[in-house]
């Protein structure tokens, strides 16, 4: 069992972690961060993602492709050539959706939405849990808050999260002792997405009324909702994510941690 240290309830210093989907604003902020705690990070991305943000500085970082089974296979090779086994991997790749009524999705979205989201999840839980150490590894998934309070017009996004933390929980159970594995579900977080981007890899340091993707009075009644009175930071959601890869979270698995300012309360 691993000792704790109160003076530090992050990764131990020197843990190998892998964070799949390193580029976009959770991803870097958790990359980053995982980095400044003294942890060994190889950051994995798209191409677009990692052209548009630009490499970290001293942190090693890879192309993948989660729509692509080998791809995914190729990064847990490279991960182990270069590590031997893993402390730690987090998926926080996906994709967001527009307001769409449930019916009038075309298949072609729903699937993609499924396939980057969940599929992508699964196929890099297959090819990264041989790597992760017994006893002390960690596996989390960023998932959302709309995983277990679907709003309307949002299925297909919705139901890929949910799936997310049914899957966690099944693995959660299938590989105790040996392996936790927990979700983050954030709220609303600012986030090139929530500003009208593609959430690709966009860098977004704050979203206005103007630039909410819902327009200015949906984002005053949003706001208007969470008790802690702002919206969200790639860091509000990096920091207890990172608090999951290390000791003091060794007796938490198969939980969804949410981080959302009091949204949404389960």
Known sequence: M????????????????AVIGSHGGIGAALTEGAQRAGADVIAFDTAQAIAERGEMDDIVTREIDVLDAASITAAAAFARDRWGEVDAVVYVSGIGDRDTPTLEYTVERWDRVHAVNLRGAFLAAQAFVPLIAKGS???????SGVGNQPPPRLAAYSASKAGLV???????????????VNVIA?????TAFMAGGTGQGNDVRSISGESWFGGAEAYRKRMAMIPQGRFGNPDDVAAPTLFLLGPGARFIT?????????????
């Open 137 to 143: 590894g960690t596996l989390v998934f960023i998932g």
């Open 2 to 17: 691993q000792e704790i240290d109160y003076t530090n309830l992050g990764p131990v210093r020197g843990a190998r972690i």
């Open 166 to 180: 049914a899957m966690a929980k099944s693995l959660a159970k299938e590989l105790a002792p040996d392996i936790r």
């Open 254 to 266: 198969g939980q969804t941690i949410h981080v959302n300012g009091g949204i949404y309360l389960p």
């Open 186 to 190: 954030p709220g609303i977080v600012e």
